[in-house]
């Protein structure tokens, strides 16, 4: 049995972790903390969790706990993360894994000398969509692949402390919305590219809303990235891999088990279907807790989530966004 304690009680965690949890019995969520007077108590008690904390180090020091679950404003997973490798716990920690290059490689290190796990938790890489995706351009029947266009659009609201607005702690457009198409193209090409072009459109307080990016790799195929969060954006998730024998289409890659479609057209033919499976978060804690169980490296984790901090730093660097935390 794996006891989980969550750091904050964020709007991402029941659908994330609660949720799947409960469709295990291998699975516990033993503990929560907020810094919020009161909040991790009313927390537990509406999702019967046993054990409250005011403050995140009395979660992280509780010896019952194995695995932390990081949910925390990107500015703190590296700090509170690192903590939690210390005392001896593995950390699934959310997305963007870090503010930059330099907390992530500093998160990997304190997991080395730990001789723990930390998972960046991509959970749409777990589900069988993506593995369609990989497995379609590993059997040749798109050709080499030439070009990929990634597309994540979704308002954020200006509500005052949104956090997802406030560039200081780890939001803006890429950080929030872009880490995802640029984790799509570096997973899909299995190797890391070059930033050749980028630019961002700010607001007055220098959070980047909108960013776009084009990507080199080192096959030659090019990658096109775009996130939005301006006002009036629906819901986009949009990945096009276009090979020399033609293009496929996944709508919602991000979160298929909402609805997704894949449109292959390859030889002049065309193809359009959907993929079975639960939701991404239950695929991710699956292999989250067999990786535990049994060793496998995950396809989130160690050098993966470096090469997607590198490749952010990257874009805001070739996009002139001066950034607090921005620089590797």
Known sequence: MLRFGILGAARIVPW?????????????????????????????????????YDSYEALIADPAIDVVYNPLPPHLHAAFSIKALQAGKHVLCEKP??????????MQ????????????????????????????????RLGAVRTLTAVFNHTIPETPGEF?????????ALMDLGCYPVHWCRSLMRAEPEVVEAGARLTADGCDEEIRATLAFPSGAIARIEALMTPDWRYHA?????????????????????????????????????????????????????ALTDGTPLPTEGEDSLGNMRTIDAIYAKARVNREGSGS
Request: charged share 25%; hydrophobic share 45%; glycine share 10%.
């Open 97 to 106: 894994f870090a503010m930059n290059a330099r907390e992530a490689e500093a």
């Open 109 to 140: 290190a304190a997991a080395a000398r730990a001789g723990r796990r930390v998972v960046e938790a991509f959970h749409d890489r777990y589900h069988p969509v993506f593995r369609h995706l990989l497995d379609l351009v590993d059997s040749g």
């Open 16 to 52: 994330a972790l609660l949720e799947p949890a409960a469709r295990r019995d291998d699975v516990e969520i033993a503990a929560i903390a907020a810094r919020r007077p009161g909040a991790a108590a009313e927390f537990a008690a509406r999702h019967g969790i046993a054990r409250a």
């Open 164 to 172: 997802r607005r406030i560039p200081s702690m780890g939001g803006g």
């Open 238 to 290: 949009r990945f096009v891999i276009e090979g020399e024998r033609g293009t496929v289409t996944a709508e919602n890659s991000l979160l298929p088990h909402l609805g997704h479609s894949i449109i292959e057209r390859l030889d002049g033919g065309l193809r359009q279907y959907t993929i079975g499976g639960g939701t991404t978060f239950d695929f991710q804690l699956a292999a989250f807790v067999a």
